[in-house]
């Protein structure tokens, strides 16, 4: 994770493809956080490294290789 949003690595078969969620597009609304720890902190936790979420494909960035992906449901 970084200032800009998530980084997720998705698997189709045997490929694997480099994926992009924005900070628009993941949902943690105000009644849905813990106003004790940052936004950041809440973000690691809930979408740790190693965890599986799924995700919906928006678009595709052919300069960067990268989908464009939503966390929202």
Known sequence: MDSCGITVSMKTGKDKHKGFVSLQHY?????ERDSSKSLKEELNERWAVGTSH???VLGYDYMSQVFICTLDK
């Open 54 to 56: 799924k995700c919906k």
């Open 27 to 31: 949902s943690v609304t105000g009644t």
